[in-house]
Every structure is written in C-alpha cells, then in structure tokens.
C-alpha cells in the first residue's frame, strides 16, 4: 500500500491552508479468521487540495500490521480501498498518520440558494435517488410537509439538521441493516443514522446529499473521555458546492479529515469481507499534534 513521506514537515504549512492544524489519527483492528478471507477497506484518507469543500494533505503514514499483500484501487466515488486476503489466524491491520487541515470550524452559509434540479451537475444526480440504507422516497411526504415551505437550500438543511438533534436521542439500538427511515421512527441513532436521516430528508427535496466518513477529533471543544471512533457527516450539494452538515453535533467543529464518501454507509464501509472474519478488537484515535510530534512518538495515551 503507497504511503506518504515518513517525515512531515510542520515547519512549512500547504498555501491556502487558513489556521493550519496538524492532527494525528488512525486505527488498528484485530479479526480472527478462520480461513483465508477477501477482506476490503475503506479507511485511506486522500489530500484533498481543492480550492472548495474540506482541504487536507497527508504528511506522513506507517502501517499497523498487516502491510504485504494490499492492493489499492479508486472505486467509483473516489475513494481508496485496501483489497486483500487475510490469512487463517490472528489477522491486525490499520495505519498511524499525521495530516494537515485547518482550525476553522465548518463554515455557515445561510442566505445560500436552492439549486433547481435542472441546474444540477450530472454527477450529483445519483445523489438525489434512494440507496440502501437511504429511503428517501419512504420519508418524502414528511420532508415536505415538515421542511418543503423553508426558502434557500441551506436554510432547508440546517432545519433539516436542527430537527434530527432535537428528535432523535444519541444512543445505540440501531443495527448495520437499519435504514434512514427506520432510525427516524426509532428516534434514537448513532453518528452514521443521523448521517443517513439527513441525507434521507435532502434528496426527498431534490437536494443531492451523500454520506460521509472520517476522523473527527476533539479540536476546541471538551475532550470527550469516551474511546474515539470513526464518525459519520453528511454533505449537501448547495449552490454549486457541497457544504458540511452533521446532525450528530449540529455545531460547526473543526479538524475533520475526510476519508470517504459515498451514497450511503454501504460504500464506505470501514471492512468487508467476504467469509467470516470476526472482529476481536478495534481501536481509533484522532487529536490534535505538537509541531514537533513525528510517527515515532506514540498517540494519545488515553487510547492506548
């Protein structure tokens, strides 16, 4: 698997980066295989240089584990997948990494327009249909009728965030199968369902909105004590951009490093395998560095 240069150089932040922030993150986990098992992941971030939307640049990354054997494509959303066969026995993949992003919480755009749907690009169509886990034709005629008088498209999706995180309790219950429209009338979600609703409620309005998973660490906020996780946010495609929504905290948070995004939680799921490998064990972690911190020093204690 290609990894960036070992050493980062913290000294000369990428141009354009406003109130750059160097974050640590990363992941390991431990599956007991019982047979040789194709294994995909989706866990690679990318840089992310573009003038618009979240920027971010990897400065350097080892791998945890599993390092032979990994070959990496591009899927269809743009996303870097690890393909591999895991071997009979203890099987430990994952990555350490120091990346690059800026302070600067999410921004808020709220006088932003609605773009009709004959104005959309052709390649965010496909996030205007139903997915998987996203039925958005189940939740159509309660999007309207809670959302559909509400003039601007960012005006639409902050209410739309609003309401999901004053509704819906943070907490599990939900399952890998459950759907957009099935969280909602639970009314308890994790992070990937208040993803989902809020992509559920956007394409019901003819709003495109795609599903998103990163890192997102503790930057100027209380430090959960919590083990970190993957997390999951929604973009909505608004006024010729996609822009960052997360009903999980509904606040603007800043360091998020993007890993992939997709229709839905089906194509960016962290792993799948196709046998039976079982999970034993998972860590993640994902804070803010020291200029002087390299790969050598090892990540926040309080995961380790």
Not at 26 to 43: A, E, H, N
Not at 155 to 177: E, F, K, P, W
């Amino acid at each position: 698997m290609a990894q960036p240069d070992a050493a980062p150089d913290h000294t000369h932040p990428t141009p354009g980066f406003e109130r750059p922030v160097f974050i640590r993150a990363g992941f390991q986990l431990t599956f007991d295989v019982p047979y040789p098992t194709p294994m995909l992941f989706v866990v690679q971030p990318r840089d992310r240089l573009e003038p618009t939307g979240t920027r971010q640049r990897l400065l350097a990354q080892r791998p945890l584990g599993a390092a032979q054997g990994i070959h990496t494509y591009t899927d269809t959303h743009g996303n870097t997948v690890w393909r591999t066969v895991a071997q009979p026995g203890t099987f430990t993949i994952g990555h350490d990494l120091i990346a690059e992003t800026t302070r600067n919480p999410d921004p808020a755009h709220p006088d932003l327009p609605k773009t009709p749907v004959e104005g959309l690009p052709d390649e965010t169509i496909t996030y205007l249909l139903p997915s998987r886990y996203v039925d958005s034709d189940l939740v159509s005629a309660d999007a309207w009728e809670r959302f559909g008088h509400i003039q601007g498209g960012w005006a639409q999706v902050q209410a739309i965030s609003d309401y999901l995180n004053d509704t819906c309790t943070y907490g599990y219950g939900s399952t890998s199968a459950t759907t957009a429209f099935q969280a909602l009338g639970s009314g308890r979600a994790v992070c990937r369902d208040f993803a989902h609703m809020g992509v559920a409620f956007c394409r019901a309005l003819n709003i495109p909105a795609r599903y998103v998973c990163g890192y997102l660490p503790d930057i100027d906020i209380t430090p959960d004590p919590v083990p970190m996780d993957f997390h999951a946010w929604f973009e909505a495609f608004i006024d010729g951009q996609w822009r960052t929504f997360d009903a999980r905290h509904n606040r603007p948070r800043a360091g998020r490093l993007i890993i992939a995004q997709g229709r839905d939680a089906s194509d960016v799921a962290f792993t799948t395998s196709f046998g039976s490998a079982r999970l034993t064990h998972m860590k993640v972690w994902a804070d803010e560095t020291t200029p002087d911190m390299t790969l050598d020093t090892p990540p926040n204690p309080r995961i380790f």
